[in-house]
Nanobody, 126 residues
Framework: QVRLVESGGGSVQAGGSLRLSCAAS????????MGWFRQAPGKEREGVAF???????TYADSVKGRLTIAQDGAKNTLSLQMNSLQPEDTGMYYC????????????????????WGQGTQVTVSP
């Protein structure tokens, strides 16, 4: 059973930094992807940053250059370093993942994530 547990959210002023972590357990296959989504009040959930099992990273245009996704210990810990935070970054941040036994399949966490954490709140004040 896959379990994802986020930590590290909080409140900061604009321009500040936060680091989110996601502890992952139970993932089985070597072909996987992990990432972060966020959802602001009254808005749809959006993908923020993703990393594949080969280390390829992708970012939403709105966060490029400010947020950095990384993995420690293979797929056990996922982090999101957030710098130069702005009020529009406020929202609930969710860790997500997907995996497959099909080696040749190129997973897209943006569309195929099926494991989710409970979320951690990030609030950025002006």
């Amino acid at each position: 059973q896959v379990r994802l547990v986020e930590s590290g959210g909080g409140s900061v002023q604009a321009g500040g930094s936060l680091r989110l972590s996601c502890a992952a357990s139970g993932m089985t296959y070597d072909n996987y992807c992990m990432g972060w989504f966020r959802q602001a009040p009254g808005k749809e959930r959006e993908g923020v940053a993703f990393i594949d099992s080969d280390g390829t990273t992708t970012y939403a245009d709105s966060v490029k250059g400010r947020l950095t996704i990384a993995q420690d210990g293979a797929k056990n810990t996922l982090s999101l370093q957030m710098n130069s935070l702005q009020p529009e970054d406020t929202g609930m941040y969710y860790c997500a993942a997907a995996e497959t036994r099909v080696v040749s399949w190129r997973l897209s966490c943006q569309h195929e994530a099926n494991y989710w954490g409970q979320g951690t709140q990030v609030t950025v004040s002006p």
